[in-house]
């Protein structure tokens, strides 16, 4: 019979917070609204809490609980897997961060040109027993998505244009009502000046210049527009929402940050 180290009783009397695997790379599953299941690649953090009298935890556990969730790892999924970790590791609390590329088909606004545009995309959970204090479960969904901007400011003082520039949009949300990563997407990219494209022809070039020339936003409205539209998806217990965007004619960054949410 092999010994069993992590089994051995530690007496420092230090409790851990955190312990378990970090950047595990692995091919999962995540829901699409149009084609049911998407294949991506997911790299994945795992932790449980670890009380002072444990010397170690058994990392190989994770792995396997993992492994057999990763072709069904939808939002509420995902806390399940959490909680089987949890149960299996005799842990009070467990944890999970998960963030992975997701990719979504757009079509350019004049020619109708197919391309595929890639999101970053997060999924972070935790799940406590009943014996923790303020014991829940709790899941989150991030997503940042490329949107473009046209300054107001550039367009009230200049006789010839405005400047504009790509920016990015993270969003965070609590999960509250079930909703598609899409329709988020969708949601943020009609807050801006206008979407991005993968692949545009000249006369879709001619239409989102135009189209964003006419519709200037500061980075300040953005954020603005986005908290006042999440509710359009539902009713969430907390949300976050930052831009940034990268100054075509300024050596920084513009940024904006703002919460919302029914808590």
Not at 120 to 132: L, N, P, Q, R
Not at 182 to 194: N, R
Not at 218 to 228: N, Q
Not at 235 to 261: K, L, M, R, T
Request: glycine share 6%.
């Amino acid at each position: 019979m092999l010994i069993d180290v992590q089994n051995e009783r530690d007496d420092r009397e230090v409790p851990l917070q955190k312990v378990g695997i970090k950047d595990l790379r692995y091919p999962i599953h995540v829901l699409d609204r149009d084609n049911r299941i998407q294949h991506t690649t997911g790299t994945v953090n795992l932790f449980v809490n670890l009380p002072h009298h444990f010397k170690g935890t058994h990392m190989s556990r994770f792995i396997e609980v993992f492994h057999q969730h990763r072709e069904r790892l939808s939002m509420p999924h995902f806390l399940d897997m959490l909680e089987e970790i949890r149960v299996s590791l005799d842990a009070a609390r467990a944890f999970g961060e998960l963030s992975f590329p997701f990719f979504i088909e757009k079509r350019a606004p004049v020619s109708g040109q197919s391309s595929m545009l890639a999101l970053d995309c997060a999924f972070e959970g935790m799940v406590s027993d009943k014996t923790c204090e303020g014991g829940c479960r709790r899941f989150y969904v991030s997503v940042a998505v490329p949107v473009q901007t046209v300054c107001p400011c550039s367009k009230a003082i200049s006789e010839y244009g405005a400047h504009n520039q790509r920016g990015i949009v993270r969003v965070k949300l609590q999960l509250g009502p079930f909703f598609w990563i899409e329709d988020l997407v969708s949601l943020i990219e009609g807050c801006a000046s206008s979407a991005v494209f993968s692949l545009l022809k000249r006369d879709d070039e001619k239409y989102v210049t135009e189209a964003a020339y006419d519709n200037p936003k500061f980075v300040e409205d953005l954020v603005r527009d986005v908290i006042l539209a999440i509710p359009r998806l539902g009713s969430f217990p907390w949300y976050s929402v930052e831009a940034e965007n990268f100054e075509s004619i300024h050596n920084h960054s513009a940024f904006a940050y703002a919460e919302g949410g029914t808590l």
